[in-house]
């Protein structure tokens, strides 16, 4: 992964965070540490190339080919140890098993030349181009097919790169303005690594510049959510500084970047959502999270809503939760801008979102002085008057002017980018 960065400078008027990094010294000190070994070991490595080349000379060379001879393998080696470095361990596997195989294969051919009358040079040129070839097939679709093995089959051994990809998220410009993630983190439900990257943070700015001021507040926002992550101690917040040039949009940006590192994405566009879901990454969806945590209603449980306004049916009043769910009131329409008691008769779920219907709770037991309603002793309880007919039917409806979908949430919505 490349350093993350500890500050953004701006080129415009909004000022970027400053996201410290999680226990900086100590990372610090850390990193420090390991690549004052790697280079420690890299100089060894320089130097006992040399020294074998200049004693042994290989192909009769000079003292100084043989030594410019030894350095340049030295460098062959660091290049390709720098390179392995950013593979993952699935594609280090699989590569390994198909060069093994391919070596493998390369033998059979050999074995089976030599039984024949194939001229000796012919022969040994045949084995040797087989086994080039059929070693760097092996060991280029053995990477190719690495990520799909399943290394937590191996029962654990494995799991320390697994369970890093698991906790390293990237945030979408979209998620950031939302601002409930801040919440959720403050909550504890998220561990690991927030990745943001650059071109994220040069998108907010842009959004915080504009001179529109719905998407001027908007990029606000979410600079004052980094903000407050910033201040939690509990975060561990770092702006990853990969770029990918080549490719102008943002949502593959983020798609890129995920796979590089084999990360999350955390975000609530819609969009981003289903093409990273396409592509097989794992994706967290604020919304679905939201709506995961919807309290369950129930038929015949009592709720206190308050009337907003009226609906489409006769008598009929709309309120909404706290959440935006609608509910739709039978009898409530003289109850308008009241706080009512209801009793909740069903619930359906359509495709934009949940609709509650209920009624308006039955208080007529309840008479003025205390008076009992139960009839006397050799009396006849009064007859019920005929339920309505026509509540299935109102039911059924939502209110005049909603369509069925219930009041937008003061949220940002899931498709578009701000």
Same mark, same amino acid.
């Given at each position: ?8 400078t ?19 000190k850390h ?7 790697v280079?420690?070991?890299r ?8 020294l074998?080349?200049?004693h ?7 003292v ?5 001879l ?13 390179q392995?470095e950013?593979v993952s ?5 699989g590569?390994?098993?198909?060069a ?16 024949t009358t194939m001229?000796?040079?012919?022969r ?7 086994l080039?070839?059929l ?10 097919k690495?990520d ?11 799991s320390?790169?697994?369970a ?20 959720i983190?403050t909550?504890?439900?998220?561990e ?11 998108? +907010?700015?842009? %959004?915080?510049?504009?001179?529109? #001021?719905? *998407?001027?507040?908007?990029? @606000?926002? !979410?600079? =004052?959510?980094? $903000?407050?992550?910033?201040k939690?101690?509990a975060?561990r ?19 890129e970047?995920?796979k590089?590192?084999g ?21 967290l969806?604020?919304?679905q999270?939201?709506?995961a +945590?919807?309290? %369950?209603?129930?038929?015949?449980? #009592?709720? *206190?809503v308050?009337?907003? @306004?009226? !609906?489409? =049916?006769?008598g $009929?009043?709309?309120?909404?939760l ?7 009131v039978?009898?409530g329409?003289?109850m ?13 779920q ?7 219907f209920?009624k308006l ?13 139960v009839?006397a ?19 059924g ?5 909603t ?9 940002f919505?899931e498709?578009g980018?701000?």
């Open positions: 992964m490349a350093r993350p960065s500890t500050t953004a701006p080129a415009g008027g909004a000022n970027l965070p400053s996201l410290k990094k999680y226990d900086a010294k100590e990372a610090a990193t420090s540490r390991n690549r004052q070994g280079w420690l070991l100089g060894v490595l320089f130097v006992s190339f040399v074998a080349c200049v042994f000379q290989p192909m009769e060379l000079s100084e080919n043989s030594a410019l030894g350095a340049g393998l030295a460098l062959i080696a660091v290049l390709l140890q720098m392995m950013r361990l699935r594609r280090l596997i590569g390994t098993v198909g093994l195989a391919g070596l493998l294969g390369a033998l059979l051919v050999s074995l089976v030349l030599a039984h001229a000796v040079v012919l040994s040129f045949t084995s040797v181009a087989a080039l070839v070693t760097y097939l092996g060991l280029a679709v053995g990477a190719a690495g799909m093995l399943n290394l937590d089959a191996f029962g654990g051994v494995f320390g790169e697994g890093g990809a698991q906790l390293c998220k990237v945030l979408d410009t979209s998620v950031i303005i939302d601002g409930r993630i801040a919440d983190c909550a504890q439900f998220l690991g690594t927030l990745l943001i990257p650059q071109f994220v943070l040069r998108e +907010l700015q842009m %959004v915080a510049d504009s001179a529109d #001021p719905l *998407k001027r507040q908007r990029g @606000r926002r !979410g600079l =004052e959510i980094l $903000q407050r992550m910033q939690n101690e975060l917040v770092e702006i990853a500084e990969d770029d990918f040039p080549q490719i102008a949009d943002v949502d593959m940006k983020l798609i970047l995920a590089k590192y990360a999350k994405i955390l975000t609530n566009d819609y969009n981003l959502n289903k093409v990273a879901s396409l592509q097989g990454l794992e994706v969806n604020i919304n999270l939201a709506n +945590l919807k309290p %369950v209603v129930l038929p015949g449980e #009592p709720m *206190k308050f009337i907003l @306004r009226e !609906g489409k =049916e006769f $009929q009043g709309v309120a909404y706290d959440d935006g769910t609608m509910v739709v039978d009898g329409r003289r308008i801008n009241r706080a009512v008691d209801i009793v909740v008769t069903s619930v359906h359509t495709t934009a979102g949940k609709m509650i209920g709770e039955d208080r007529t037991g309840q008479q003025s002085g205390g008076a009992s309603t009839p002793a050799g009396q006849t309880a009064p007859e019920a008057p005929p339920a309505r007919t026509s509540q299935p039917a109102a039911e409806r939502a209110p005049e002017g369509s069925g979908e219930h009041a937008p949430r003061p949220v919505p498709s980018r701000p």
